[in-house]
């Protein structure tokens, strides 16, 4: 079983839709929970950043963290074309690597 | 303040060279950790540099190597390139070894 799992889509919405993206974890020791946002050919640009259990929303996107479940969403409200994107999850312990999910490609259909 | 910058965008080397990468850091921010990414992959971790030393490495062979240098800019020399080698080479900047990273565009390499 591999540290992240990430679906790696595509997963294709229409414009306007919630999106849910998704990992699974097996290291119950990560702390650090992130996602980035990955336009073909740019490097990840950072979205949510998290280090508890629970959700935290930044306008559009709500990171959601279940370390019971080791299980981490990202939601997208109101989701719009230029969200089109891959989206990657990573997670990591303090004073070692970050582990980073294959990324899930996502388009909004217009 | 500035973003992180990668220089060059696109390189193609021949199996056997010696490649080096360069990244310039956000500013402020004086850790820096490189990253592979293979097409459809997630980035892996190849190292980190905090202050100018290094302060963990991922699992890729010693022909890997890194320096950071006073001005928190740093480079990424890959020896012996291999066919494998291909892929996007991103860096990303921190502050005190802080997960929240700042990547940059990364660079594209081909070994052919």
């Known amino acids: 079983q591999k540290e992240v799992e990430q679906d790696p889509g595509p997963l294709s919405v229409p414009e306007g839709a919630i999106v849910s993206l998704n990992c699974t974890y097996s290291n119950s020791a990560f702390q650090y929970f992130m996602w980035y946002r990955q336009y073909s050919r740019k490097g990840p640009e950072l979205l949510m950043y998290t280090y508890s259990s629970g959700n935290k929303e930044d306008g559009r996107f709500t990171a959601q963290v279940d370390k019971s479940s080791k299980y981490i969403s990202l939601f997208i409200r109101d989701s719009q074309p230029s969200d089109s994107a891959t989206y990657l999850c990573?997670?990591?312990?303090?004073?070692?690597?970050?582990?980073f999910g294959k990324g899930t490609r996502l388009h909004i259909l217009p | 303040e500035t973003g992180v910058t990668q220089s060059p965008t696109h390189l193609i080397k021949t199996r056997g060279q010696q490649v080096t990468l360069r990244c310039s850091s956000q500013s402020g921010h004086n850790t820096v950790s490189w990253y592979q990414q293979a097409l459809g992959q997630g980035p892996q971790f190849i190292f980190q540099?905090?202050?100018?030393?290094?302060?963990g490495r991922g699992n890729f062979p010693p022909r890997f190597s890194g320096l950071q240098f006073p001005n928190y800019s740093s480079e990424l020399n890959v020896n012996a390139l291999e066919l494998d080698d291909s892929a996007l080479y991103l860096c990303?900047?921190?502050?005190?070894?802080?997960?929240?990273?700042?990547f940059g565009p990364g660079t594209r390499l081909t070994v052919t």
């Open positions: 990303a900047s921190s502050y005190d070894t802080s997960y929240e990273q700042y």
């Open positions: 540099y905090y202050r100018e030393e290094e302060n």
């Open positions: 990573a997670m990591g312990v303090r004073d070692d690597k970050i582990i």
